[in-house]
């Protein structure tokens, strides 16, 4: 038969809805994606983001890498028309964040063990400052439960995006993706040690990617210090190579 069965009707407007948002994201602003190497490029991942705008969940649904890629959202954008049919044509998971919501994470995994990409905000709701807030387990539940690894994804310029396309300017939105944390077996005598652990870890990562401003609750956090101090070793030293090597 030529008929199109639903899974499919639904991936080839999700499909089109992705390259209509890429066209507009392109023409409307000037969006860069950096570290796109560092995204699996198959089977099940998290991309795990920090969250400042409305504007966050298109960026995340065009990652240029992974064409199937799924959101958990937060049911409060419901009540927006345009923005729940995008949602829905994009596929995305609808999660109650003021209940245990045992159905959207069922979703999740199953998406992941489908292959695909699932995005979600570790902080649970929308920054009003554009600064971190503090993480909350659900990613590295998520991580823990499946196996799959999680890629921390920091945005930038996404927080004042809005207002200044109301006013005909294009703005600067930097998407970093860093290199993926792979989460331990899930012991289940340490299970809340581990879920903290390993959102601190999500989080710190994050923010290393991010600048100083935007660090909020992680700012002058041990584990982000170790990180800056890490990255700023790499740095010098592919500055310096270059200058060993030709003398």
Same mark, same amino acid.
């Given at each position: 038969?030529?008929?199109?069965?639903?899974?499919?009707?639904?991936?080839?407007?999700?499909?089109?809805?992705?390259?209509?948002?890429?066209? =507009?994201?392109?023409? =409307?602003?000037?969006?860069?994606?950096? &570290?796109?190497?560092?995204?699996?490029?198959? &089977? &099940?991942?998290?991309?795990?983001?920090?969250?400042?705008?409305?504007?966050?969940?298109?960026?995340?649904?065009?990652?240029?890498?992974?064409?199937?890629?799924?959101?958990?959202?937060?049911?409060?954008?419901?009540?927006?028309?345009? =923005? %729940?049919?995008?949602?829905?044509?994009?596929?995305?998971?609808?999660?109650?964040?003021?209940?245990?919501?045992?159905?959207?994470?069922?979703?999740?995994?199953h998406a992941m063990q489908e292959g695909k990409a699932v995005g979600i905000a570790p902080e649970g709701t929308r920054s009003q400052t554009a600064m971190l807030l503090e993480g909350k387990p659900g990613a590295a539940l998520l991580a823990l439960r499946t196996g799959v690894p999680i890629v921390?994804?920091?945005?930038?310029?996404?927080?004042?995006?809005?207002?200044?396309?109301?006013?005909?300017? %294009?703005?600067?939105?930097?998407?970093?993706?860093?290199?993926?944390?792979?989460?331990?077996?899930?012991?289940?005598?340490?299970?809340?040690?581990?879920?903290?652990?390993?959102?601190?870890?999500?989080?710190?990562?994050?923010?290393?990617?991010?600048?100083?401003?935007?660090?909020?609750?992680?700012?002058?956090?041990?584990? =982000?210090?170790?990180?800056?101090?890490?990255?700023?070793?790499?740095?010098?030293?592919?500055?310096? %190579?270059? %200058?060993?090597?030709? &003398?």
């Amino acid at each position: 038969m030529n008929s199109k069965t639903d899974p499919e009707k639904l991936r080839m407007k999700s499909h089109r809805l992705r390259s209509i948002v890429d066209w =507009l994201m392109k023409k =409307l602003t000037r969006t860069t994606f950096v &570290g796109l190497e560092n995204i699996p490029t198959s &089977g &099940g991942v998290l991309l795990a983001c920090n969250h400042m705008s409305r504007l966050d969940i298109p960026v995340i649904f065009i990652t240029p890498n992974r064409p199937e890629v799924t959101a958990l959202i937060t049911t409060k954008y419901l009540k927006y028309p345009l =923005l %729940r049919w995008f949602i829905v044509t994009a596929q995305g998971i609808w999660l109650d964040r003021d209940t245990a919501d045992f159905s959207a994470f069922r979703q999740a995994v199953h998406a992941m063990q489908e292959g695909k990409a699932v995005g979600i905000a570790p902080e649970g709701t929308r920054s009003q400052t554009a600064m971190l807030l503090e993480g909350k387990p659900g990613a590295a539940l998520l991580a823990l439960r499946t196996g799959v690894p999680i890629v921390p994804v920091a945005l930038s310029g996404t927080e004042d995006a809005t207002a200044k396309l109301l006013h005909f300017k %294009r703005p600067v939105i930097t998407v970093k993706y860093g290199k993926p944390i792979y989460p331990p077996k899930l012991d289940h005598q340490d299970r809340e040690g581990q879920l903290d652990k390993l959102t601190t870890e999500i989080m710190c990562q994050i923010a290393a990617m991010l600048d100083e401003k935007y660090h909020g609750f992680y700012s002058g956090h041990p584990r =982000l210090k170790e990180l800056l101090a890490e990255k700023e070793t790499r740095s010098t030293f592919s500055q310096e %190579r270059p %200058r060993e090597q030709a &003398g």
